[in-house]
């Protein structure tokens, strides 16, 4: 972004329309990147001076010191000098006071003074007494990473970041939508998503928006231009709040093209309680999967996209989850309404008990639980195992009363994912080719098979070899099945004996 007094746009016909470089411009960024290229060694009062030279030749000198303005921040400044400026100062004015300066000579006196306080020579005195001051650090390093063409396609992004210092509404349609969500949320924007004739636009307002017209956000905007700008399709329009009147302003892919432009770092939640269920949900091991911002949901002539999805890891099915903090009266109405007119979707709402809400969503036929602070996840696993249990029982009932699996050993968890079941559908499915054992479907050959190979005695590790044969994975539940056990010897080695006899 660049100052807003390097702000150049144009107004003609009531627009608002950023001035961007041309091919005609690139001479002009080649001779600024060479001014600080020339200079590395010298101070910066050098530099500055050289860059007035280049603005008093240049036809826009807001163009020079924007091209400038975007070097210099990737350039290295140091303070050069024998002694540290301070201690220097401290040395100067003490003996200043001492002599009582008035003329020219009193000054030298004082400062021959101050360099026998510090054994030093006068001159070291002079060089290091404003060293510190901006216009004596010297460029130290200037290895920009541009070229005249990136440099002028950076200040075409600078310059419209700028322009939206002062926008009260940004509307935006892009290829990658869900990006712009994201970003938005953690600039801690409000949005709306609206279906149009030309595709779904993301329509972009601070909160005190709501109420009365604010600059307050603008440095938001410009930052939400760079994850714009990052996608290969897409159009922008803001209301500008030029000086009290309202102008347009609208930017495209066309206008603005910055190759590796990094987005807003992730990441990836818009409020703390958002963060702390996400974390603590993840840390339990159960059979739902958390999602982060899911596909939009059609609401009537707009869409929304909820805070969270759970999807359920043995059926097609997911929960949507949408996390209502404090928010304005008037946003909450908006989203009332959209959780209204849902259709066909499981919706869970943790509501803010502030909000005084949690009746209305439920008239909406959507599952709420509310919260103060932080969102039980408690609350959320027990509405899961609702629907769980649900899921669990259609399951079961789908499958046949009947199953026999190929393998002559089979685990029950590999059987139930092969029918998208979970472990409890399986209960009361009857196997009439396979033995259960421990958790796993066996043949009873596959049992006389290994009981035949089995001798009371053999070590640990042999009777292991001889399961692992047959891809038995629970080896104490099958042994205990064949009447043996294993007497340990020490941590590690043991032999096997019949149950109930000692070696």
């Not at 309202?246 to 987005?263: G, H």
């Not at 696993?381 to 499958?399: G, H, I, N």
């Amino acid at each position: 972004m660049l100052r807003k007094d390097l702000l150049r746009v144009s107004r003609a016909g009531g627009g608002y329309r950023p001035q961007f470089t041309e091919r005609r411009h690139r001479p002009l960024a080649a001779k600024v990147l060479g001014t600080f290229t020339e200079h590395v060694g010298s101070r910066r009062a050098d530099l500055d001076d050289a860059l007035e030279q280049l603005e008093a030749e240049a036809a826009d000198f807001k163009l020079v010191r924007g091209f400038a303005a975007l070097v210099e921040r990737e350039c290295s400044f140091e303070v050069d000098a024998p002694l540290p400026p301070r201690r220097v100062r401290r040395a100067a004015f003490e003996a200043a006071a001492a002599v009582g300066v008035a003329s020219a000579a009193e000054r030298e006196r004082a400062i021959r003074l101050a360099a026998d306080s510090l054994q030093v020579d006068p001159d070291a005195i002079e060089g290091s007494l404003y060293a510190d001051r901006a216009v004596n650090e010297v460029l130290v390093d200037a290895d920009v990473p541009w070229d005249p063409e990136t440099l002028c396609a950076q200040y075409d992004l600078s310059l419209a970041q700028t322009a939206l210092f002062d926008a009260t509404e940004v509307r935006v349609r892009s290829n990658d939508p869900k990006a712009l969500v994201s970003a938005v949320k953690r600039l801690r924007l409000m949005y709306e998503i609206e279906r149009t004739s030309e595709g779904r636009e993301l329509v972009v307002t601070g909160p005190d928006a709501l109420f009365r017209r604010t600059r307050r956000y603008g440095t938001a905007f410009a930052r939400l231009l760079r994850t714009v700008a990052g996608t290969a399709d897409w159009r922008l329009t803001a209301t500008i709040d030029d000086r009290g009147r309202e102008r347009t302003l609208t930017l495209s892919d066309r206008d603005i093209s910055v190759p590796d432009v990094e987005p807003l770092a992730e990441p990836a939640f818009d409020s703390g309680v958002e963060a702390d269920f996400a974390g603590r949900f993840r840390a339990l091991d159960l059979d739902w999967t958390l999602v982060r911002e899911p596909e939009p949901l059609e609401t009537g002539t707009r869409v929304m996209i909820p805070d969270f999805a759970f999807e359920y890891d043995h059926a097609d099915f997911r929960l949507f989850f949408e996390v209502m903090g404090f928010w304005t009266p008037e946003y909450v109405e908006k989203k009332l309404a959209q959780l209204g007119e849902l259709e066909d979707v499981e919706m869970l709402v943790a509501v803010d008990e502030s909000l005084g809400v949690g009746e209305e969503i439920a008239a909406r036929d959507h599952r709420v639980v509310t919260y103060s602070g932080t969102v039980r996840v408690k609350d959320i696993v027990d509405v899961l195992r609702e629907y769980e249990s649900d899921l669990v029982a259609d399951a079961a009932a789908a499958l046949p009363a009947a199953l026999v699996p190929d393998p002559d050993v089979v685990t029950l968890d590999t059987l139930a994912a092969e029918h998208g079941v979970g472990m409890d559908a399986l209960a009361g499915v009857r196997f009439p080719e396979h033995e259960r054992v421990g958790g796993s479907l066996v043949r009873p050959a596959t049992i006389d098979a290994i009981d035949d190979e089995l001798t009371a005695g053999m070590s640990r590790d042999a009777a292991e070899s001889v399961l692992d044969e047959y891809a038995i994975a629970e080896t104490s539940a099958l042994l205990s099945r064949l009447g043996y056990r294993i007497e340990w010897d020490g941590l590690t080695d043991g032999t096997l004996q019949p149950k109930g006899e000692s070696k």
